[in-house]
């Protein structure tokens, strides 16, 4: 079946310390790649995508995403955190040919002041 | 520009009782979207529209759910003889056409409890 998963539920950081977060996706062929961010009292919102092209895909507000195809990875990075980075964020994946876009169970960042 | 807007915000009902909740997409956006989110899970597709028609139902968990589109705008998600389970936080999300049809848009959803 397609899923996604995300590797932590709950992440921890001190501010300017460095974050990854998981994502892999099941195998189904090919995928546009989502990683939507959800503020504290604000909707969901896109952070960054990846349809094609050059693997490492820049968002907002300093974030970047890696797709390793071979790994079936998607993983969301950003080198020096802030407070208001605290937020859910959520791995998504909408594989060619379908419809439904299917969402990673989240994660949860709480960044330290 | 508005956004997606939901309505209610929140809703408590007894079990066993109808409800309907409301989507309103961002003007111009011809796909719209429902989820759940159930507490410590991730959204959950429930259905697709494409203008008016659904192309898919598959995330619908069963037959006391349904949803329609009129206008190509407003949609309205109804859950008959609700249960305990179907206590949740349900988004709607819409989408352009062209290019950035694939960027969903969320409302701030309306949050469900049965008792």
């Known amino acids: 079946a397609q899923s996604v998963s995300q590797h932590n539920h709950h992440v921890i950081l001190s501010e300017a310390a460095s974050l990854e977060l998981g994502c892999n996706y099941s195998?189904?062929?090919?995928?546009?790649l989502f990683w939507y961010v959800q503020y504290p009292g604000q909707h969901l919102q896109l952070l960054l995508k990846y349809f094609s092209g050059d693997p490492l895909v820049k968002g907002i507000k300093g974030f970047e995403a890696e797709f390793i195809k071979s790994k079936f990875s998607f993983n969301l990075r950003k080198p020096s955190v802030q407070w208001s980075d605290t937020a859910e964020y959520f791995c998504?994946?909408?594989?060619?040919?379908?419809?439904?876009?299917?969402f990673g169970a989240g994660t949860r960042l709480f960044v330290k002041a | 520009g508005a956004g997606v807007s939901q309505s209610p915000s929140n809703k408590v009902t007894e079990k066993g009782k109808d409800v309907e909740l409301r989507c309103d997409p961002i003007?111009?956006?011809?796909?719209l979207y429902w989820y759940r989110q159930s507490l410590g899970q991730g959204l959950e597709f429930l259905i697709y529209?494409?203008?008016?028609?659904?192309?898919?139902k598959s995330g619908l968990p069963s037959d006391r759910f349904s949803a329609e589109r009129t206008g190509g705008s407003v949609s309205t998600l109804t859950i008959q003889r609700t249960q305990q389970e179907d206590s949740a936080v349900y988004l709607c999300?819409?989408?352009?056409?062209?290019?950035?049809?694939?960027?969903?848009?969320f409302g701030p959803g309306t949050r469900l409890l049965v008792l």
């Open positions: 003007s111009g956006h011809t796909a």
């Open positions: 195998y189904g062929g090919t995928v546009n």
């Open positions: 529209f494409q203008g008016n028609s659904a192309p898919d």
């Open positions: 998504a994946v909408k594989y060619t040919g379908g419809f439904k876009t299917i």
């Open positions: 999300a819409s989408s352009p056409p062209g290019r950035n049809q694939e960027t969903q848009y």
